[in-house]
């Protein structure tokens, strides 16, 4: 008989929130899996990634040496 109060259109929102908490209550497991694998102590071992290459960082513009130019070289030789 309460049912006969509600207009079709809010019998629709009951059933799609009734089917909306099912898969949440479904798929809590996953959640909380995401969560702990996001929240996880990290691992106490040892790593076994190299390290990276260090790159070599260039110099300041008033530093940079300047090369003779081949033909320089030529006249002096």
């Known amino acids: 008989m309460p049912f006969m109060i509600l207009y079709g259109g809010e019998l629709v929102f009951m059933f799609l929130g009734a ?25 106490s071992g040892p790593e076994f990634t190299p390290d990276p290459t260090p790159q070599r960082a260039a110099l300041p513009r008033r530093q940079v040496i300047a090369l003779p130019r081949a033909r320089e070289l030529d006249r002096a030789a």
């Open 19 to 43: 089917r909306v908490a099912r898969w949440m209550w479904r798929s809590r497991d996953c959640v909380r899996a995401l969560w702990r694998e996001r929240n996880a102590a990290p691992p």
